[in-house]
């Protein structure tokens, strides 16, 4: 049994190397608004960075959609309850992304586009305590390594 219990830990472990790159965004700190705009002026205003514009913007740049964790009836029996709802939790928030990104992929103008592309970065995935994926990754993974080490379910 501990065997499975293993397997099971491994799988979800591989899944979330899988999903780091989009959760951990630039220098592993998830995204912010200044990977997106820079000020300009004393007055507050912030513009678009222009290399992130004309890239993020560019309709040969795909974002592709992230798949979500598939449970199966191991995962059920062997994970341990705070990773389930971790992986749950996050599972939810990648749901939430893929809705958005659809919209993005159909958005009319670059305008739109721009807008979309920012709220998937700074919104929907975001940093620490901002609720987006970036903190559901890091939650899963704070569980599965508490689970690792022998946490209780």
Not at 44 to 68: C, H
Not at 77 to 100: C, P, R, V
Not at 131 to 151: F, H, K
Request: glycine residues 8%.
């Amino acid at each position: 049994m501990f065997g499975l219990k293993r397997k099971v830990q491994y799988q979800v472990g591989q899944y979330l190397d899988v999903i780091r790159p989009w959760a951990m965004g630039v220098d592993n700190r998830g995204w912010k608004h200044e990977d997106f705009f820079m000020p300009e002026g004393d007055d507050g205003e912030w513009t678009p960075r222009k290399d992130v514009y004309e890239y993020r913007t560019d309709p040969s740049q795909t974002i592709f959609p992230l798949i979500t964790y598939q449970f199966t009836t191991l995962d059920r029996l062997f994970m341990d309850s705070k990773t389930y709802e971790a992986m749950l939790h996050l599972n939810q928030g990648i749901s939430n992304f893929n809705a958005i990104l659809a919209a993005f992929a159909s958005a009319p103008t670059i305008e739109q586009r721009w807008t979309m592309v920012v709220m998937l970065h700074t919104g929907l995935i975001g940093t620490a305590n901002t609720g987006g994926l970036y903190e559901r990754w890091m939650q899963a993974m704070l569980s599965l390594n508490v689970s690792n080490l022998g946490g209780s379910k």
